[in-house]
């Protein structure tokens, strides 16, 4: 089990959300507007508006190695122009295209563009594409649809211990 050492005022919940959305299997769960984010361990963490800048943990993970993980957060800005709406679901997953649960994940029932939110507790020096979905309609929470738009990073964003990690995504209407 790792123990997450948070910063004050976020709240720690039980649950884990998994991105169906990007055709990574399992339940899809949604939050408030205000978003809901699950990152390493499994750990749920409520933030507010999802805005402020990125840190990183140490953790130290139980077990025979005691070694310790570093962990690192991502703030992420989704940007979009168009009339759709839906509800909008950030990821951050290892491989493209995805396989299996995210690493971390938060959703927004009621995007406001440009939407923040911050991926919490991934596992540093590590790779990841952060991936953001709007399932128009809100009729497919398993897997993106051909309306809902979809943003991912190419390459992947590398992720490092100490360095605060920023990625904008922008979501565009289809032709």
Known sequence: MIGLQRTPGIVLAIGISVLGAVGCGGDASTASS????????????????????????????????????????????????????????????????????PVAFQSFKMPMFPQKGMLIGLEVPRDYYIV????????????????????????????????AAKVDLTLTDKP
């Open 34 to 101: 205000s978003g809901s984010t699950t990152g390493a361990g499994g750990a749920a963490a409520t933030t507010g508006s999802g805005g402020g800048s990125s840190s990183t943990d140490t953790s130290s993970a139980s077990g025979s190695g005691g070694a310790a993980v570093m962990l690192a957060d991502v703030d992420v800005t989704v940007n979009y122009a168009g009339t759709q709406t839906g509800t909008l679901s950030i990821a951050a997953v290892t491989s493209f295209p995805p396989m299996g649960p």
């Open 132 to 163: 953001a979905v709007l399932d128009i309609g809100n009729n497919n929470p398993q897997s993106p649809g051909p309306e809902d738009l979809v943003a991912i990073t190419m390459p992947a964003v590398k992720l490092t211990a100490g360095a």
